[in-house]
């Protein structure tokens, strides 16, 4: 099965700084690769999918992610937080050639100081 | 009105009691989701189907049941819930049509067993 590594479950930035969320998953195959926002007391939103194609993706809130398939890794990024940014962020990813089960990683929960 | 609805949001319950989440979609998807989210854990999937005579287990099912009433409903059951099912619930749905297709969830149901 796969695996999702989120690198820490907690990251603070100064409002204006760059954010950087990592992500890693275990699979050989290139997966179909997700990240969801979750804003308190509400349910995942979908930020940006990576499919095929172009490997930088960009999303909602200006995020983008760049999906690297030497590094196995499909991190997010936004040049410039925003307190509005403030929430827990999970990558997903569901399997090439069996795409019925989303894998998450633990998420990573964005402080950002004024 | 939201695309896919959770009732009720909170709830809670003693040991032993037996509970019912209900989630109903009118985003036409025939695959819906159960999933549990514990901090730190990420999205644990316990249940899902992809049409209503397809009910399949996922990595926690023990202790729960579901029933997919019709293409739009799908109910999660605790036959006698202990505590350590306290956690947040949410239903998701997704369309069959090609790979690459998200999750899109409801708001989740925040249940407590005492």
């Known amino acids: 099965a796969q695996s999702v590594t989120q690198l820490g479950s907690h990251v603070s930035v100064s409002e204006g700084a760059l954010v950087l969320l990592r992500c890693n998953y275990s699979s050989s195959v290139p997966p179909y690769l997700f990240w969801y926002v979750q804003y308190p007391n509400q349910g995942l939103q979908l930020l940006l999918k990576y499919t095929t194609g172009a490997t930088l993706v960009k999303g909602i809130n200006g995020f983008e992610a760049e999906f690297k398939k030497s590094e196995t890794s499909f991190h997010l990024t936004k040049p410039s937080a925003h307190m509005s940014d403030a929430a827990e962020y999970f990558c997903?990813?569901?399997?090439?050639?069996?795409?019925?089960?989303?894998?998450f990683g633990s998420g990573t929960k964005l402080n950002v100081k004024p | 009105d939201a695309d896919v609805t959770q009732t009720p949001r909170n709830r809670i319950t003693k040991t032993g009691k037996r509970i019912m989440l209900e989630c109903s979609q009118t985003k036409g998807h025939d695959r819906m989701y159960w999933y549990r989210q514990d901090p730190g854990l990420g999205l644990q999937l316990i249940y899902y189907s992809f049409d209503v005579k397809d009910i399949n287990k996922g990595e926690i099912s023990d202790g729960y049941s579901v029933s997919r009433q019709a293409q739009a409903k799908f109910s999660l059951s605790l036959e006698s819930a202990i505590p350590n099912q306290t956690a947040l619930y949410f239903c998701?749905?997704?369309?069959?049509?090609?790979?690459?297709?998200?999750?899109?969830f409801g708001e989740g149901s925040r249940l407590t067993v005492l």
């Open positions: 998701a749905t997704s369309s069959d049509r090609g790979p690459g297709g998200e999750l899109f």
């Open positions: 997903a990813v569901t399997e090439r050639y069996n795409f019925n089960k989303f894998y």
